[in-house]
């Protein structure tokens, strides 16, 4: 019986040798970072506690997440080769680690360049929600949520256009609002401002057919259908001059006829 026990135990002394052997070996203990600007680098974000790379020393909030990719300053993330994209044996798109990549036939992530719909940064990743401003075309573009670029469409107070480019520096007329629009050099949309001829007011659409007060010239106009104003004319008993402000308190049209303080002539 004693020789059985002492053999029994050797036995398991041994399977217990052999099951600490066959444990896996996790990259914690192999993969270490000194701050996340290095890990970024490296092509590491997102690290949760307990996966490759995760340490609390990175992880400042204490949320059990490290190295968050939102804080990653523009450029800094380099994605990192891995198996996934070894397997690229032609040009395609590739998704890693939550974000969409363009491999080109040498199997590098296409970068600062549009592929169809979608622009591909610095970083290789695929912008969404987002400007970006593409130095060839020398223009600003929206990408929205699923990464294609906004056309014909507002973004906040900025115009995309057919081609996907923000409008600068030019009138455009949006179709759903059937109203011209000027947009500034930044890009912004005019309001309560003349661009030439034209009022543009508090929405940013150009007046027409209508009466508008101008507080910075404390003057009445009136903008024709056409959106101009009018000038030398009569506007029922309302006579614009050849400045375009409503008369008051004058004698109008060649002397003939005299308006009031309200600007009304009265036959």
Not at 56 to 63: A, F, T
Request: glycine letters at 10%; charged letters at 20%; proline letters at 2%.
């Amino acid at each position: 019986m004693m020789k059985k026990t002492v053999l029994f135990k050797a036995g398991l002394a041994s399977f217990s040798a052999l099951m600490m052997l066959a444990q896996p070996t996790f990259a914690n203990d192999t993969i270490h970072f000194s701050n996340c600007t290095e890990a970024w680098e490296n092509g590491y974000s997102d690290i949760h506690r307990g996966e490759p790379g995760y340490s609390s020393r990175l992880d400042k909030d204490g949320d059990g997440v490290a190295c968050e990719r939102s804080k990653a300053p523009r450029g800094v993330f380099k994605p990192r080769q891995s198996s996934l994209q070894n397997r690229v044996s032609s040009s395609g798109w590739v998704k890693q680690d939550g974000y969409w990549y363009y491999y080109s036939d040498n199997g590098n992530p296409v970068t600062n360049s549009w592929k169809g719909d979608y622009y591909l940064k610095s970083d290789g990743t695929m912008a969404q929600s987002e400007w970006i401003y593409d130095s060839y075309y020398k223009g600003w573009y929206y990408l929205k949520s699923d990464g294609s670029y906004a056309r014909n469409t507002w973004i906040g107070s900025y115009y995309l256009k057919l081609n996907g480019k923000m409008a600068q520096s030019e009138w455009i007329y949006d179709s759903s609002y059937q109203a011209w629009y000027y947009l500034k050099s930044d890009g912004s949309y005019a309001q309560n401002a003349w661009q030439g001829a034209f009022y543009l007011k508090a929405n940013g659409k150009m007046a027409q057919g209508e009466w508008i007060y101008d507080f910075s010239y404390q003057s009445w106009y009136y903008l024709k259908s056409d959106g101009s104003y009018a000038r030398n004319t009569w506007q029922g008993n309302y006579y614009l001059k050849s400045d375009g402000k409503m008369a008051k308190n004058e004698r109008v049209d060649g002397g003939r006829y005299y308006v009031d303080g309200s600007g009304l002539w009265k036959p």
